[in-house]
């Protein structure tokens, strides 16, 4: 099978103050986007969501990398993939 991936990384501070996205507010985000793609277009994306830092000089964000598969139990076209995505 294809090899198709897709990562997105997302800084967890809102805006520019101390107010933060919650792990489990950021998950929710996603499973949401999950269900409209499996109402709209049928899609069954698949996501992995890790922790990390976005690192730029002295400054230091913390941040979620969100990793799309192609997974094997559901594969897609590059097309599809892409479009869900």
């Not at 090899?3 to 967890?12: P, S, V």
């Not at 139990?73 to 599809?80: G, M, N, Q, T, V």
Request: hydrophobic content about 40%; charged content about 20%.
């Amino acid at each position: 099978m294809p090899t198709l991936n897709a990562e997105l990384t997302i800084g967890l501070n809102k805006g520019y103050f101390s107010r933060r996205w919650s792990l489990n507010e950021l998950k929710s985000i996603v499973t949401h986007a999950q269900l409209i793609l499996k109402g709209t277009k049928a899609y069954f994306l698949s996501a992995k969501v890790t922790l990390c830092d976005i690192v730029y000089l002295y400054n230091k964000e913390p941040s979620v990398t969100v990793n799309f598969i192609n997974y094997p139990k559901f594969p897609y076209k590059e097309a599809s993939f892409k479009s869900g995505v």
